[in-house]
């Protein structure tokens, strides 16, 4: 009922910005959609083919003034259906921006941090030759992967800018904005606050020299343990001596690095994330990886080749009670890895300035290094897909 | 008789060109009387938006293909593709809009004149007094 409201809403939006933009010829709506197929075959289970509206987003933009300008960005996810209960709306982006010079600009409200080179444009399809992006970035996984540990989503006041020094631009941002534990349950007061006293704090220093850009990112904040890194809410009361409340607000620290070069006609890009839990128990690990690097080839100002890899690492405790239900001595840790690889290739295909054809081959491995836990699944997904800016 | 007249015509309009050069040219309200490459890519990416008196700068493009645009571009050290993508980035980042591509040069050196703070490039041999040249591009041969 509040999907449906809410697409009401944006729907009187839309057609409201139009008139308004007639009106005064400075509030710009565009956007852009990426729509295609993919066929899943597996040696496990059998082949899928689906059609699929992986992703729309509408950006609503107005120059206020010299120095100031708003930016609203919905973000419309799986084929989305309110009434269906497929996909997802989000509001991602609603920010009003002071811009004083090219060393300080001031953004304040829902902004995507910066982090690493992918994370803020990780959902504009028109830029990337990507149908799924490398894994930790593609929104349409949101379902089912914790994207959110390994990157910051949401911020609230970023400060950020260049200072250029002979040939090289120093980039700097910094970012403030919620911890994780943002109440869900309306029975326990407003949803989408904070329900904690501690911050996002994060930013990325970085340089830019003629077509090559490389930073490092970090970020802080405090979250809890078991409702979202190791998502076992009970796992507590099998611990000897704590409680749950020993594991809330644990800090979490991610770090970035990333790297992108384009060299006549060759590019790479490539990135690297590590997410450290203090859990405050030796026993237990939930720390996790992720890098990735796209080569890829400019055949002509139109077609671009590339391939690449990705893979997350993520870490996890199995906890057995060997008494078979006495609690106690007797717990076990036993400690492992997840992993998904992936090997990817594909091309991206510019039609015209907006509308670019794109078609990827990706062979993504499931495996886990413990026996307790065992995994090792690889599935082929064929995809094709058009992006289209409105 | 029509044909020959074209091909002079033609001949002459290609003369003017492969002699000449492309001169950047600025309003005349702009506080500066000549830049150089960087400054113009750090104008043309977006990423310097002020003059030094803090009046906007304006930057305007040429929508026709060709060898002015080709020659301006190469001397910002980027191709036309390239600047569409970087542009294309500004825009869905909320950090700008592209140029406002023009259609031809006589509506460039219009804009040019008649806007504060505006910026664009044409032949050398289409300048005006109306408008304030702040580098000229030699031509490679």
Do not use: C
């Amino acid at each position: 009922m509040r999907r449906h409201n809410l697409l009401n809403g944006l729907f009187i939006i839309f057609l409201g910005s139009g008139l308004l933009a007639q009106a005064e010829d400075d509030l710009r709506v565009f956007g852009y959609f990426q729509t295609g197929f993919q066929h899943v075959s597996s040696d496990v289970s059998k082949d899928e083919n689906t059609f699929n509206l992986q992703q729309l987003n509408l950006f609503f933009q107005k120059n206020i003034s010299t120095h100031w300008s708003a930016f609203v960005n919905f973000e419309i996810l799986n084929n989305y259906s309110s009434s269906r209960h497929w996909g997802a709306l989000n509001l991602e982006e609603a920010w009003v921006k002071y811009r004083y010079n090219k060393s300080f600009t001031l953004k304040l409200g829902l902004s995507v941090p910066t982090f690493n080179y992918l994370n803020e444009i990780k959902n504009r399809t028109p830029l990337l030759p990507y149908i799924i992006r490398p894994l930790i970035y593609e929104t349409s996984f949101g379902e089912f992967l914790a994207l959110e540990e390994f990157v910051p989503a949401r911020a609230f006041a970023q400060v950020y800018g260049f200072w250029p020094i002979g040939g090289i631009k120093l980039d700097y941002a910094l970012y403030l904005g919620n911890s994780p534990n943002i109440n869900n349950n309306s029975e326990k007061g407003q949803t989408g606050v904070d329900t904690t006293a501690t911050f996002l704090v994060g930013g990325r220093v970085g340089i830019r020299l003629a077509d090559g850009q490389a930073g490092v990112s970090a970020t802080y904040d405090r979250t809890n343990m078991f409702q979202d890194a190791l998502g076992h809410q009970d796992l507590s009361i099998l611990l000897e001596g704590r409680s749950p409340r020993d594991f809330e607000e644990r800090p979490r620290f991610r770090l970035g690095v990333d790297l992108s070069y384009l060299w006549n006609k060759f590019y790479l890009e490539s990135e690297y994330v590590s997410v450290v839990y203090d859990d405050g128990w030796d026993q237990l690990e939930a720390d996790r990886r992720f890098y990735y690097f796209t080569l890829g080839y400019h055949f002509s100002d139109k077609l671009f080749l590339y391939g690449g890899y990705w893979e997350t690492q993520e870490e996890y405790t199995i906890v057995e009670d060997i008494t078979a239900g006495i609690f106690g001595d007797d717990i076990k840790f036993t400690n492992g890895e997840f992993y998904v690889q992936v090997p990817v290739a594909g091309l991206a295909y510019r039609l015209n300035d907006r509308i670019t054809l794109k078609a990827q081959f990706a062979r993504p491995r499931l495996k886990s290094n413990t026996s307790l836990f065992l995994i090792n699944d690889t599935e082929n997904f064929h995809s094709l897909a058009v992006s289209v800016f409105l | 008789m029509h044909r020959t007249i074209a091909t002079i015509l033609g001949s002459f309009l290609w003369l003017s060109f492969a002699t000449g050069q492309v001169a950047v040219i600025a309003n005349k309200s702009v506080p500066v009387d000549e830049v150089t490459s960087q400054q113009l890519l750090d104008f043309y990416t977006g990423d310097v938006k002020l003059w030094e008196n803090k009046d906007p700068v304006i930057v305007t493009d040429l929508k026709p293909e060709g060898e002015v645009k080709a020659l301006f571009y190469e001397f910002l050290g980027k191709s036309p593709s390239r600047m569409k993508s970087i542009w294309l980035k500004k825009m869905l980042s909320g950090e700008g809009d592209p140029p406002e591509a023009l259609k031809s040069e006589s509506e460039v050196l219009q804009k040019v004149s008649s806007t504060p703070g505006a910026i664009g490039f044409v032949s050398e041999a289409n300048i005006s007094d109306d408008v304030k040249v702040l580098t000229v591009i030699p031509r490679k041969d």
